[in-house]
Structures are given as C-alpha cells and as structure tokens.
C-alpha cells in the first residue's frame, strides 16, 4: 500500500512538472538547488519583466555585468591568461636570451608559481601587451583560440573553456531570454576575452569590457590593421569598472555579478540605484569539486569586509558547495 501511494505521489509530480512545461514554467535554472538566491533570481526576472509590477524594467534600460574569471570560469591555480602569457614567453625565449635574468620573465621561465600567483590580470594584460605588441589584434586573437583549442588545465586535465560554470550560463540565458543586455566586465585583457567569449558564453565581442592595450592604426601589404602597442590604455578592475561600464554601456546595471574584492565597487554602484536591483557573489567553498579560497587567496581574494558588506546590503553570497547541483557543463545533472 505505502509502495502504490509513492507511484502515485510521483505520478502526480510528474504530471505537475509536465504542465509547468507546456505552460512555458520549466525551471530555468536546473543546475541551481532550490533556496533562496535561486528564488531571489527568479523572482528578480519576473517582476522587473512584469509591465504592471513596479519593478518594472523598459527593455532598453535591462543591463547586466558580469566579471569573468572566478565568477564565469575557473581561476585557480592562476588565470587562464596567465598559463597564455606563460607559454608564450616559453615559446619566443630562444629569441630573447636576456629573459633568464630580467622579472618577471625569469621567474616565468623557472615556473615559479609563488610568483605568477601575485600577478594582477591588469600585470597579466601589461605581460601579454609587452610580448604581442606588433601583431594586429586579428592575428592575436587566432593566437588566443589556436592556444585555446589546444591547452589543458593542470589539475582538471580538462580544455579551460569546458571549465565554465554551467549555473552561471544558466543565468545568462535566462537574463537574454528576459531581454536583458548581457556584458563581461573583466580586469583580463579585453581582446583574450574578445577571442572567445561569444563561442564559450554566447555574448558577442561588442559587449566585452575588460582592460584594454593601446592600437595604432596602420597599413599592412596594403591592407588597414589595428597594431598593438605595448602599452596599456585601461585597467577595467576595482574603481576602474564602474568607470568603464559608464564609459562604454553609458547605463547603469540593474544586476552585478562578480567573486572577490575587485568587483566591490561594480556591485557598489549597480546598489546605489533606485527600483529593484540584484548583486550576487560567487564564494569558492568547494574543495572536492573545485576549489575552496577566500580571504588568504592572492587571486580572487573575497575578504571578511567585503562579507560583512554584502551580508548588511543583502547581496547574494553564493556558496558553490551548497547552491549548485553541478559546477561543470561536462558533470550529470542529478
């Protein structure tokens, strides 16, 4: 009798399920656990999409920002931009013998992680600018994707654009679906980004904001090219991305997303509007599916005072342990 009453309870259940199905009410977030930041996400959409709730957001001012590295894919042990300035630098030392004795070149030579791990993504973007400048900015984006196709993660043994946060892109979609305009807000380099974050994310090149390099405009057997230069014309992390979010989108978010310390004053400013607003934190406190850091990490830092910052302003925390039933598009979805 118990056994036929639980066919039955899940009989129900599935028809129920089927229903919120062909009522266009499937769950949009499937890798997420319920609680509440799934709920807050949810909730968000519908009333700022609603025209009669007064949350209500016109399209044209549906803006959401994301930073990448921490928040969208792995950042651990060091960035991924990293581990590409380090191969490129192995790969041109024959040419530059001097590398042996000279910082930070040296340190990356010897594979010194201490090392690389103080590095900033702007230091990175500043590394990528020294050893790339001459090349036009098509010509280092197919060298971006060629290294993209071929490098491994250390300790995944995984491509690094397969370790992407599936629960993330599940967000994404769901805020273009609702017609929310998606950008990257990233302190990496803007044209690595720009190279493949349209093919890993669905977000096209134009709504890549990130620390930029200076071009210079030339000629080519012929043809127009954008050089670039060895110089850095933006750093897009801390202050410098609500600056650029201003600079580039010209609106300000309605929703922010980021990991550590250097996406304080994003989510900062896209809190300081008026109507509903949502910010949210991813905290790395997984150790057996990906990575547990905090406070004490050099990279993707998340100290106590930016905690305690968004626990009295109500952002979302999100705990990757807790909150996601997968952390990879690669893992079953139980």
């Known amino acids: 009798m118990k056994a036929n009453k639980t066919t039955f309870l899940v009989f129900i259940f599935l028809i129920l399920s089927f229903q919120n199905i062909l009522r266009g009410e499937a769950d949009p977030l499937p890798s997420w656990n319920q609680g509440l930041i799934k709920d807050s996400i949810i909730q968000f959409v519908k009333e700022t999409t609603d025209p009669k709730n007064e949350n209500f957001i016109p399209v044209a001012e549906r803006i959401a920002v994301f930073d990448q590295d921490g928040t969208l894919w792995v950042e651990q042990p060091i960035y991924t931009q990293v581990f590409f300035a380090l191969d490129a630098i192995k790969a041109m030392a024959l040419g530059h013998p001097e590398w042996k004795h000279e910082e930070p070149f040296k340190s990356i030579l010897e594979n010194n992680l201490e090392v690389l791990k103080n590095f900033k993504e702007q230091e990175v973007s500043k590394l990528i600018a020294a050893t790339h400048s001459g090349l036009s900015v098509n010509r280092f984006k197919k060298k971006v994707r060629h290294w993209l196709n071929e490098a491994i993660h250390p300790h995944f043994k995984k491509p690094f654009t397969e370790l992407v946060y599936q629960p993330m892109l599940e967000v994404i979609q769901y805020l273009k679906d609702a017609n929310f305009k998606v950008y990257i807000v990233s302190g990496g380099g803007q044209e690595f980004m720009r190279a493949y974050a349209e093919k890993v994310y669905g977000i096209p090149p134009e709504q890549i904001i990130g620390t930029a390099g200076k071009v210079k405009y030339e000629y080519e057997n012929g043809e127009p090219i954008l050089k670039k230069l060895p110089e850095v014309l933006f750093v897009d992390d801390k202050t410098g991305k609500p600056e650029a979010i201003n600079l580039m989108i010209g609106r300000k ?69 807790k909150d996601w039933k997968i952390i990879f598009p690669f893992e079953k979805n139980p």
Not at 265 to 277: A, Q, Y
Not at 294 to 319: C, D, Y
């Open 253 to 321: 978010p309605y929703a922010a997303f980021g990991n550590s310390i250097g996406d304080k004053e994003m989510l900062e400013w896209t809190n300081s509007g008026p109507n509903k607003r949502l910010m949210l934190l991813v905290h790395h406190d997984d150790p057996i599916r990906e990575y547990a850091y905090g406070p004490n990490s050099k990279i993707g830092t998340f100290p106590e005072p930016l905690m305690e910052e968004a626990n009295q302003k109500k952002w979302h925390v999100v705990s990757m342990r």
